[in-house]
């Protein structure tokens, strides 16, 4: 019988499960979004394939970075000190304006 890893930490409804789900939410709607930009490449021309492109890449940011968050809320949790994930909000939130200018750019040259 093939043996389960062990826990990071004693209980799995802590804080570090529920930010690896919104985590995951998140990265879902980046690339949810990202598709829905390409159904507007026939009126916006390729700006929309930029924005698609940078919803990808967040997307993927995120998946790519799910792990080691999970590790390093669960090891703070067992130390009883939780710090913020402050680059990948910043990240997240950079992502968005800079899709908000793009989006901007694609509607006034279109």
């Given at each position: 019988?093939?043996?389960?890893?062990?826990?990071?930490?004693?209980?799995?409804?802590?804080?570090?499960?529920?930010?690896?789900?919104?985590w995951?939410?998140?990265?879902?709607?980046?690339?949810?979004?990202?598709?829905?930009?390409?159904?507007?490449?026939?009126?916006?021309?390729?700006?929309?394939?930029?924005?698609?492109?940078?919803?990808?890449?967040?997307?993927?940011?995120?998946?790519?970075?799910?792990?080691l968050?999970?590790?390093?809320?669960?090891?703070?949790?067992q130390?009883?000190?939780?710090?913020?994930?402050?680059?990948?909000?910043?990240?997240?939130?950079?992502?968005?304006?800079?899709?908000?200018?793009?989006?901007?750019?694609?509607?006034?040259?279109?």
């Amino acid at each position: 019988m093939p043996s389960t890893p062990a826990a990071l930490h004693g209980d799995p409804g802590l804080q570090p499960e529920r930010t690896v789900l919104s985590w995951g939410r998140t990265m879902l709607l980046f690339a949810l979004i990202g598709a829905v930009f390409l159904r507007w490449m026939p009126h916006y021309g390729l700006w929309t394939l930029l924005l698609t492109l940078v919803c990808a890449g967040v997307a993927a940011g995120i998946y790519l970075t799910q792990r080691l968050r999970y590790r390093r809320q669960s090891r703070g949790v067992q130390q009883e000190k939780v710090e913020a994930d402050v680059v990948a909000v910043l990240s997240t939130t950079g992502a968005v304006v800079a899709l908000g200018v793009l989006g901007l750019f694609a509607v006034l040259w279109a």
